[in-house]
Each structure stands twice: as structure tokens, then as C-alpha cells.
């Protein structure tokens, strides 16, 4: 059974920090993503890791101020999330992607096969 489970969620000061975990078991994954969905808005992309090699890509938003990791040993990606703005509250939700990389970091939700229930994250001004 594939479950990808995050944790790390919680309620934070603007211009605080928090790290996101999401622990994945069941298979392996070519890349993973991280999204968020504010009330009432999309889901969007912020931020991917291919297992291999670990290059990163981010969204525009979120540029110089998150760090996506991953601890192949442990299967978990993290999400480090620095001088957050109350426009980064949301619930965020790891995704992976079972299907082999392709030439371009997926920022879509459809490049993405698995997802995790989500955590909330809430920034206070």
C-alpha cells in the first residue's frame, strides 16, 4: 500500500519558521512535489525533488524562502519554510510521482500520481 503522510503543520508568527515532513512508503518515486490549496483558491505548486540527484525547482512565491530536502535512507522529503507570510496559509500536501522524470520538474498536478492528506499551515500577521 502507497501512503505518503505529512506532518509538521501548525500555526506560526509572520516571519517565523516550520519544517514539513511527509514520510513515503509502499514504492519508489522519481520525483516529489509539494503543493498548498488556500481557502477558496487552487491548488498550487511550490516546490519538487527528484530522488536522483536531488535538484530542486520552486515556485516563484516561495523562491529564497523554502528549502525542499529528502533523506533517501528514511524515504521522507521535508519542506523548510522560512520568514512565512500570512499568505502562505494553507494546507500543503506532498505528492509523488511514480513515472519515470521527465526533461522538466513537474509542477502540475497531473505530473504527480500519489498524494497525502494534507497539514495545515496558518501564518498570523
Known amino acids: 500500500q502507497v501512503q505518503l503522510v505529512e506532518s509538521g503543520g501548525g500555526l506560526v508568527q509572520a516571519g517565523g519558521s516550520l519544517r514539513l515532513s511527509c514520510a513515503a512508503s509502499?514504492?519508489?518515486?522519481?520525483?516529489m512535489g509539494w503543493f498548498r490549496q488556500a481557502p477558496g483558491k487552487e491548488r498550487e505548486f511550490v516546490a519538487t525533488?527528484?530522488?536522483?540527484?536531488?535538484?530542486?525547482y520552486y515556485s516563484d512565491s516561495v523562491k529564497g524562502r523554502f528549502t525542499v530536502t529528502r533523506d533517501t535512507a528514511e524515504s521522507t522529503v521535508y519542506l523548510q519554510m522560512n520568514n512565512l507570510k500570512p499568505e502562505d496559509t494553507a494546507v500543503y500536501y506532498c505528492?509523488?510521482?511514480?513515472?519515470?522524470?521527465?526533461?522538466?520538474?513537474?509542477?502540475?498536478?497531473?505530473?504527480?500520481?500519489?498524494w497525502g492528506q494534507g497539514t495545515q499551515v496558518t501564518v498570523s500577521s
Open positions: 505528492a509523488g510521482r511514480a513515472r519515470a522524470s521527465a526533461g522538466y520538474y513537474a509542477t502540475r498536478l497531473s505530473g504527480y500520481d500519489y
Open positions: 509502499g514504492r519508489t518515486f522519481s520525483s
Open positions: 525533488i527528484r530522488w536522483s540527484g536531488g535538484s530542486t
